[in-house]
């Protein structure tokens, strides 16, 4: 069982999408996994074949528990024993295997899904696996009645609204309480001139389709991840009494949840994407916290979060760290400030943007560069949206 | 409270002899010319006592020579008049194809705007009368394909009564196809009954299980289809697209966004035809909304024969768009 967010002791499994004899891949989605934010898809992390499902659907078992038995590429069936204490990862193969004399026939391809153009929006839409699909007719072609039936069918799986909120409400008190009993933190907040990145935003939306626009928080994000990269001490986690850097920057999103609630899931390598990847990703990653359809990577691996309550009218936000993070940028509304500027006085559009960061793992004076570098590359807006190097922040 | 205008018990053709009655009182400039127009009263006596009414020179019996009269509209129209030209059946216009798609179509591209051809065409389509392989195709299709030309189709007594007045008011040629099988057509039509919009098709019965996209002579098919299928529990929508060319997307998408299934019923041929432009068109902007394949109720592929039991057979029949229907909303019935 996964940890899917450093407060989780322990997750249930709803389904199984894998098989016993099943080849899966590294990154594919083998079971879903209730949490108290909700269904999470859990994704492996090695290549092989699965050799034994150890837990059953409806199980609630600890973090750390075995799950399932997977044998490695090349590995003889059985090797990997079942009924074993295993650890939470696959054994590995003791040595690289050797490659089969033999070719081996290729899997053939799963058979396309018969479903009408109509019916596979409304499962995207509806979050339905088309696995898990049974079509009614007997020409086996799913339709939309089929995908409706089915969303209905996963309901009663699902926690009662009133529960599930409570839920989080416990998720999100245990998780803030570990922060702000354990971790030092210190917050620090400065003036940013965003006048040049939304004058440039307003002109490159102009010539922009509705749907290609982007959204202010988008060109703020690659400069945060850019800043994190060039100011050192901020991307990464505080374990076992260290401080132990992020190899890429998981941007952590806040993002409110209807009904109440809020979840900080991950926008992966958000230093080396362009703000088009950008902007789809925190779409994507919006319509499914919505819809409650996290990824296990994206819960668990945010190394660093921001959150911005500029849209809500705040000026001002300072984050509580969501643990073992070391830091949370908050970034407050664009205002149009007087300024002074060459002896006269204008009008500038400000934003407030605010450090809270771990104590532990940094001093205020790297502090202070980091909210210096954010301000530098907001000047330059040309070069956030023209680079997916994160080496320009210099 | 004024009471409502008192509807009269009339027919088809009774309100398309209206609309020319009343196009020939009010414009000077409005002439009707065909063949056997004058005396005879028209091969499907639609002008029927006009002669008398309005003279020789604005009711005018043509040889028989569609490209002559055809031709000599369209150099009406370019002089300043208004005509309106009766061509006996569809077949017969192939006659007059090139002054039709040569000239009326294209004379005011061609003539970089300086020209208009302020014409009005019409002519019986549609099979079912037993009048075998020269005088029963539904040729229309073929028109819609021709930039510059107007198609419509009333399938209505209001459509019958209103649609003229609105072509002769379109500065370019119009083609108005009557379905032969309608000019008996009897209902109510209200006494104020006037110009119609030549821009929208219409909904003719609300559903929400399939759409049946029709017009012309079809329609009245497609209206008993639906009321067999609402006996199963089948809602049927009904589209009647009065206008051929411009098509209106915008009601055909709005419907399968609702429905979700369609078929297309077309006393046309199915290839190479308006219903294949259709379906076409809801797979450029209705992909996305179907939940079944688009299915067609043409006429087979043959030259519509004489014989009664063969022309049944081979022309779109109620049955046949009930079965249509039955197999796109399909198993879930």
Known sequence: ?394 | MNAAPAATRTTYREALRMALREALARDPRVFLMGEDVGRYGGTYAVSKDLLEEFGEERIRDTPLSESAFVGAGIGAALAGMRPIVEIMTVNFSLLALDQIMNNAATLRHMSGGQFSIPLVIRMATGGGRQLAAQHSHSLEGWYAHIPGLRIVTPATLEDARGMLRTALEDPDPVLMFENALLYNLEGELAADAGAVDIDRAAVRRGGSDVTLITYGGSLGKTLQAAETLAQEGIQAEVIDLRTLRPLDDATIVASVAKTHRAVIVDEGWKSGSLAAEIMARLMEQAFYELDAPVARVCSAEVPVPYAKHLEDAALPQVPAIVEAAKKVVGRRV
Do not use: C
């Open chain 1, 1 to 394: 069982m996964p940890s899917l967010g450093a407060d989780m002791e322990a997750g249930t499994l709803v389904e199984w999408q894998i098989q016993p004899g099943q080849e899966v891949k590294r990154g594919h989605v083998v079971a879903v996994v209730e949490t108290q934010k909700g269904a999470v898809d859990v994704e492996i992390w090695d290549d092989g074949t699965v050799e034994q499902l150890i837990v059953q659907p409806g199980q609630k078992v600890p973090v750390g528990a075995v799950l399932a038995l997977l044998r490695a590429p090349g590995e003889a069936p059985g090797a990997a024993a079942p009924g074993v204490t295993a650890p939470a990862t696959p054994v590995p193969a003791p040595a690289p295997a050797p490659i089969p004399a033999a070719v081996a026939v290729p899997p053939t391809a799963a058979p396309r899904v018969k479903i009408s153009p109509s019916a596979r929006r409304l499962a995207a839409e509806l979050g339905v696996d088309l696995a898990t699909v049974q079509p009614a007719a007997a020409d086996g072609i799913i339709t939309r009645e089929d995908i409706e039936r089915a969303a209905q069918a996963r309901k009663p799986a699902a926690p009662q609204p009133a529960d599930w909120h409570a839920r989080m409400r416990t998720a999100i008190a245990a998780a803030m309480s570990k922060s702000k009993r354990e971790i030092p933190h210190y917050y620090l907040a400065t003036e940013i001139d965003v006048t040049p990145v939304m004058t440039w935003l307003a002109q490159e939306n102009l010539k922009r389709g509705v749907s290609e626009r982007l959204l202010a928080v988008v060109p703020m994000m690659k400069a945060v991840a850019l800043a994190l990269h060039a100011v050192p001490g901020f991307n990464g986690f505080w374990v076992d009494g260290g401080f132990k850097p992020g190899a890429a920057v998981h941007l952590g999103m806040a993002i409110a949840m209807r009904g109440g609630g809020l979840v900080a899931p991950a926008i992966h390598d958000a230093d080396s994407k362009n703000l088009d990847q950008l902007m789809a990703d925190l779409r994507d990653l919006i319509n499914r916290v919505r819809g409650g359809r996290l990824k296990s990577s994206e819960m668990s691996d945010p190394t660093v979060t921001l959150t911005s309550l500029g849209e809500q009218g705040v000026e001002t936000v300072y984050g509580v760290i969501y643990p073992p993070q070391v830091a949370i940028i908050g970034l407050g509304k664009i205002t149009e400030r007087p300024q002074a500027e060459q002896g006269q006085i204008v009008a500038r559009k400000m934003l407030t943007a605010t450090l809270a960061a771990d104590h532990r793992a940094s001093d205020g004076h790297s502090g202070a560069l980091f909210l210096a570098a954010l301000g530098r590359l907001l000047q330059q807006p040309e070069q956030l949206s023209k680079t997916t190097d994160q080496k320009l922040s210099q």
